[in-house]
């Protein structure tokens, strides 16, 4: 089966650095990836991580240790407009190309 | 295209009623999902298609939902028999499908279905 969990809601000021964490227990794994989701919008792509370690990518850094089922997404210099939906997905080996996402969470960013 | 179109943006239907809802991925781009978003939930997959491969179903829910890609481009996702716990965001993803852990979904805009 597929698991994956998330923190429903966060808040942090602006200028500040976030850290979003995501633990997943799954069947397989090929690939943990963070898409931003704005109210009514759709999701869009921020980054993935494969192997484990650190992959940073400007303002966004995310981590992944597959040994712990363990992911964060860090966001770094808070801007009012990074208030969104940040969704952790998992997608399985083999042919099954599909992702399993996570509840996301909300995080408010406050001035 | 630039981007991953959806229509309608909204729909409202009646129970019992059948919906179609369309998705033109980015150009290029041979495999295509379905996924819905209920509120407050994470997304569902629904269905992959893969270039010309008999297409993953897995996730339908029941056999109210089917769907087709024609000509390995455009895909319709079809509900018969629409009931009120239909209603969702079903939203459309495309990517190259070249195979392999970067293979990166890009997501449509969604189509808003609400079932009275």
């Known amino acids: 089966g597929q698991n994956i969990d998330q923190p429903t809601e966060m808040t942090a000021t602006e200028g500040a650095i976030v850290q979003i964490n995501c633990t997943y227990q799954?069947?397989?794994?090929?690939?943990l990836f963070w898409y931003q989701q704005h109210a009514g919008e759709a999701p869009t792509f921020l980054s993935y991580n494969v192997l484990d370690g650190l992959e940073e990518k400007g303002r966004f850094s995310s981590f992944l240790s597959r040994s712990k089922g363990y992911s964060y997404l860090l966001l770094k210099e808070l801007q009012m407009k990074d208030s969104a939906s940040y969704l952790c997905?998992?997608?399985?080996?083999?042919?099954?190309?599909?992702?399993?996402f996570g509840s996301g969470t909300q995080l408010t960013v406050l001035p | 295209g630039a981007g991953v179109s959806q229509s309608p943006s909204n729909k409202v239907t009646e129970k019992g009623k059948d919906v179609e809802l369309r998705c033109d991925p980015i150009s290029g781009h041979t495999a295509l999902y379905w996924y819905r978003q209920s509120l407050g939930q994470g997304l569902e997959f629904l269905i992959y298609?893969?270039?010309?491969?008999?297409?993953?179903k897995s996730g339908l829910p029941s056999d109210r939902f089917s769907a087709e890609r024609t000509g390995g481009s455009v895909s319709t996702l079809t509900i018969q028999r629409t009931q009120q716990e239909d209603s969702a965001v079903y939203l459309c993803?495309?990517?190259?499908?070249?195979?392999?852990?970067?293979?990166?979904?890009?997501f449509g805009p969604g189509t808003r279905l609400t079932v009275l």
């Open positions: 997905a998992v997608r399985a080996p083999g042919s099954a190309r599909q992702l399993t």
């Open positions: 993803a495309s990517s190259l499908g070249a195979g392999g852990p970067t293979d990166t979904q890009y």
């Open positions: 799954t069947s397989g794994f090929n690939g």
């Open positions: 298609f893969q270039g010309n491969s008999a297409p993953d």
